[in-house]
């Protein structure tokens, strides 16, 4: 199948959404001017079930909702629209609305970019002592975008590339001199939408296995967007030979995918590519955040777990959506995420509770919401860093106020103290780091 991109120039394109209102496709335009819109001909012929539109769980994962922007600004660019205001005052309007859609969470610039001599690696991140993050420059875009994407911003064109990095031997020295690091995880964007040579490019240097790099780990959502990129595309074939180079190099290599909801796992071509790459000798494991409208049942996690291990796919992190974008569409509390969990696990079998979760993606660090407990008359929040700045706090558990709400750590409080354990500290690292 021939890749075709979809993009808001081509939403009129579409035999399918002709069917809708005239009001929804205007809306959906609306929507797309703020945040990244860009779907493909597979997702819109094999993934989309078009007689459940708008509830459909992979429409609402690719295309624009009304309920994404706040009513007051859909109401204002559709005001803007309607009485053919000139594109500047347009664009003023959207840069301003995105700005109050935190479009830089946690501090990922100012904290994770390393610093040497003075000099920023810009491509890497650098953040748990074992594991360096790699953001090739060629690899910052992706087959499709999901509306709850947590880099919206750098796909709406607000920065300019703030990670890419472009000289493979720049990431190979930073090995050499930092021995801890075992973990490669070259991610985007998506790093497959680079083509193999280029790929290459980054992956061989590698697998002389620099300092002391044992793993490398691709970041891509291909599998459930566009599965042909591993088996049918002009260069899936020179893919799969890389990914044998590199577990012959002794390397472990993990595909680190993306599945949202079961159906991404139910066609014929996904399947194939899921069998292409695990006789490469490469792993796959999965990972996705637990957002409102896609995924928040306990019957589409356990049914996802379930074929995943049917496939032969390892469950990995189950995500809370991070506080940026249209998070509030998405939200789904600390309290309801727990109980998804809770009850799909225990719906598995051990093979697939290898998965962790509810986890906040946070600053400090990734923080597990591990539990609901009573003590005496009161309720808390029983949490533990799975991942922290500092590997001190990893495994330890700590308290917070019972709050139905809460859905970030930033709303969180202290369950009878005044911090938490690592907050001062945590507060020394920012403050060093803002002042490099
Ligand atoms: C999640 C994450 C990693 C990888 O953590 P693992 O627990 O090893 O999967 C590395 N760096 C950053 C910045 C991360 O957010």
Redesign the pocket.
Known sequence: MKFKAIGINQLDSIEQLKDLPAEYTKVLKAVSMVLPFRANNYIVDELIDWNNIPEDPIFQLTFPQPGMLKKEYLDQILDLIDSNAPESELNKLINSIREEMNPHPAM?VEM?VPREQGKEHRGM????P????LFPKQGQICSAYCTYCFRWAQFSGMEDLHFSASDPYELVRYLESHPLVT?V?ITGGDPLTMSTRLLRQYIEPLLKKPGNLRSI?IGTKFLSFWPYRFTTDRDAEDLMSLFREVVDSGIHLALMAHFTHYRELETEAVREAILAIRKTGAEIRSQSPVVKHINDSADVWSSMWQKQVELGIIP??MFMARNTGAKEYFSVTAAEAYEIFTDAISRVSGLGRTVRGPVM?CSPG?VLIDGIVELGSQRAFALKF??GRNPDWVNRIFLAEYDEKADWMDQFIPFKEDEFFYEEEYEEMKQQALAN
């Open positions: 990922q994770n991140q650098h953040k748990y074992e594991t360096v993050l973990d995880l780990r990995y992190y993606s990734k799975l991942q």
